[in-house]
């Protein structure tokens, strides 16, 4: 995982957490870097979350957030409405965002977390195509430029 540290760091994102949502940010961290281990991190303290990328520039890029909460801790997906979810984990009824609260490190670990994330960057992939400008759709045998 590669983290962009101009706006702060991982630690800096948990830092007033209780330990055990600090642990749990922690083990979900370390799953998005084994699921996607060329993911890029983005750490936004003010904002208290850490975005997981992609690409290291636009909100387009992003596949998924940590964000610690009072109690527990919140993986979301800015395209989570696209992702498969057999199991019924996400919450939301936004046009796109969704998200699951993690209140243990057992909740982690389960099977259908790490697909969701599988999933989750398999589809920013194809939406945003090879080198983050051109979706291919082999359906059509045909692209579509998207913006830079």
Known sequence: MHTDTSRGTFEDVIHS????VAAIAHKLRDLIAEV??????VPRPTEQHADYG???NKISE???YICPMQGYV??????GVSLPDPNG???GTGKRLRHIKMYSISEVERPEVRRL???AVWERKKALGPQ?????????KNSIELGS
């Open 74 to 79: 919140r993986l979301g997906f800015y395209y």
């Open 54 to 56: 992609v690409g290291p």
């Open 89 to 91: 984990l996400l919450e």
């Open 17 to 20: 957490s209780q330990p055990q």
């Open 132 to 140: 983050n400008k051109v979706v291919n759709l082999p359906q059509k």
């Open 36 to 41: 996607h281990p060329d993911a890029i991190e």
């Open 117 to 119: 994330l599988e999933a």
């Open 62 to 64: 992003i596949f998924a």
